[in-house]
């Protein structure tokens, strides 16, 4: 199971096709500007690398793609993702 993270917000880049929404990109250009940072994250990173690559074609200059995914963030157990400790 996924989630969103802290203030992030989900985003619809492309429909359950694989489409490109056509107005996304020039939506979230004029709510967010081209120099906001933004990092993204799906489940494998192949949907974000192609945003990343699209957004900074469009002139995003701070586009950060979460390599592998959260798949990929998950196998790895980073630090900040280890089950609490229970008990004394």
């Known amino acids: 199971m996924t989630g969103v993270m802290g ?3 989900k985003l619809t880049y492309v429909d359950k096709s694989g489409r490109l929404h056509p107005e996304f990109l020039p939506g979230f250009t004029a709510e967010e500007g081209k120099d906001t940072p933004v990092v993204l994250i799906c489940r494998t990173g192949s949907r974000t690398e192609s945003w990343t690559r699209t957004g900074e074609k ?3 200059t701070r586009v950060y793609n979460v390599r ?3 798949s990929g963030w998950i196998a790895e157990k980073p630090p900040g993702r280890q089950k609490p400790k229970t008990g004394n």
Do not use: E, L
């Open 68 to 70: 592998r995914g959260i």
């Open 58 to 60: 469009m002139g995003c």
């Open 7 to 9: 203030d992030s917000r």
